[in-house]
Nanobody, 116 residues
Framework: VQLVESGGGLVQPGSSLKLSCVASGFTFSHVDMSWHRQAPGKVRELVASITKTADSTNYADSVKGRFTISRDNAKNTVYLQMNMVRVEDTAVYYC??????????WGSGTPVTVSS
């Protein structure tokens, strides 16, 4: 299993950013996927999740209405569209493959810094 995140960077408050996570080594369309983040000195937290068929999504309260998770099973890719970003969104963002057993495979993360 390999998960490779990209799209992070330095952005100003109020701007937009789109993260991507390309998966390989497993049947992507059979697995639920999630985005998580870990800010300096804080525990990793769930940001958003999406079922394998994209028929259901779930968001942390802190990002509802601003972030959108989506996936393209033909491209083995899950996305996180981040709009109206805030300073408190600064973190390393990780995608995960969420297996039915409860086990998760993780990517190495992409850093997002929101600063003026």
């Amino acid at each position: 299993v390999q998960l490779v995140e990209s799209g992070g960077g330095l952005v100003q408050p109020g701007s937009s950013l789109k993260l991507s996570c390309v998966a390989s080594g497993f049947t992507f369309s059979h697995v639920d996927m999630s985005w998580h983040r870990q800010a300096p000195g804080k525990v990793r937290e769930l940001v958003a999740s999406i079922t394998k068929t994209a028929d259901s999504t779930n968001y942390a309260d802190s990002v509802k209405g601003r972030f959108t998770i989506s996936r393209d099973n033909a491209k083995n890719t899950v996305y996180l569209q981040m709009n109206m970003v805030r300073v408190e969104d600064t973190a390393v963002y990780y995608c995960s493959a969420d297996w039915y057993s409860g086990f998760k495979d993780w990517g190495s993360g992409t850093p997002v810094t929101v600063s003026s």
